[in-house]
Nanobody, 128 residues
Framework: QVQLVESGGGLVQAGGSLRLSCAASGRTFSSYTMGWFRQAPGKEREFVGAISANGEYTHYADSVKGRFTISRENARNQVDLQMNSLKPEDTAVYYC?????????????????????WGQGTQVTVSS
């Protein structure tokens, strides 16, 4: 099991940027896939993006592609989500999650049910 703690959420105007971080502890960080999800009020949790264990492969939801970037520093047990050109519809609680399986190269899971451990979430609010 791994403990995940998100940080960096807040209030930002549309068009602005935020950088979320997720600190992991308790397990060999470099061995598992990391994902970011978000959940807006009244909506289901949705996939934002994910990064492979070695950081060589990333995959994003169409709604954030070109605006959000995921990176990881395995030496620091940390994964980041850089969010640019934010829109009001990006408002949600953002979660990082860990998947302990070893997917095939070039593949990361996109379903919330495929992830094993979750952080507590951090609120992102984008004002218009």
């Amino acid at each position: 099991q791994v403990q995940l703690v998100e940080s960096g959420g807040g209030l930002v105007q549309a068009g602005g940027s935020l950088r979320l971080s997720c600190a992991a502890s308790g397990r060999t960080f470099s061995s598992y896939t990391m994902g970011w999800f978000r959940q807006a009020p009244g909506k289901e949790r949705e996939f934002v993006g994910a990064i492979s264990a070695n950081g060589e492969y990333t995959h994003y939801a169409d709604s954030v592609k070109g605006r959000f970037t995921i990176s990881r520093e395995n030496a620091r047990n940390q994964v980041d989500l850089q969010m640019n050109s934010l829109k009001p519809e990006d408002t949600a609680v953002y979660y990082c999650a860990a998947d302990y399986r070893r997917p095939p190269p070039g593949f990361v899971p996109v379903a919330a049910g495929d992830y094993d451990d979750w952080g507590q979430g951090t609120q992102v609010t984008v004002s218009s």
